[in-house]
Nanobody
Framework: QVQLVESGGGLVQAGDSLRLSCAASGRTTSGYAMGWFRQAPGKEREFVAAIRGWSGDSTNYADSVKGRFTISRDNAKNTLYLQMNSLKPEDTAVYYC?????????????????WGQGTQVTVSS
């Protein structure tokens, strides 16, 4: 089993930056593809970004965050990151970390095996 714990959320103003972290425990996730999803009130959970297992040499981003968000991983620390720059009010949501037990990047939530509890990000205008 893999446990995922997100941190780094908060209340910021439009244009600010935040860095989310996702600490994994239970087993190493080096070979796992990892992703970030978000869910705003009244909306379905949506894909944000994903990174390939092991080398992390392949990433994928939602069009809405491309150029503003960067996903990365530190396998030595078993930790996933999401650097969010130029935040907008429409980025307000609960952000979830997810892991799938193969290395290939995927963008749909039902292809991920493990989920964190989420961290709230609120961007004021």
């Amino acid at each position: 089993q893999v446990q995922l714990v997100e941190s780094g959320g908060g209340l910021v103003q439009a244009g600010d930056s935040l860095r989310l972290s996702c600490a994994a425990s239970g087993r190493t996730t080096s070979g796992y593809a990892m992703g970030w999803f978000r869910q705003a009130p009244g909306k379905e959970r949506e894909f944000v970004a994903a990174i390939r297992g092991w080398s992390g040499d392949s990433t994928n981003y939602a069009d809405s965050v491309k150029g503003r968000f960067t996903i990365s991983r530190d396998n030595a620390k078993n930790t996933l990151y999401l650097q969010m720059n130029s935040l907008k009010p429409e980025d307000t949501a609960v952000y979830y970390c997810a892991a799938r037990s193969t290395r290939a990047v995927r963008t749909t939530a039902n292809e991920y095996d493990y989920w964190g509890q989420g961290t709230q990000v609120t961007v004021s205008s």
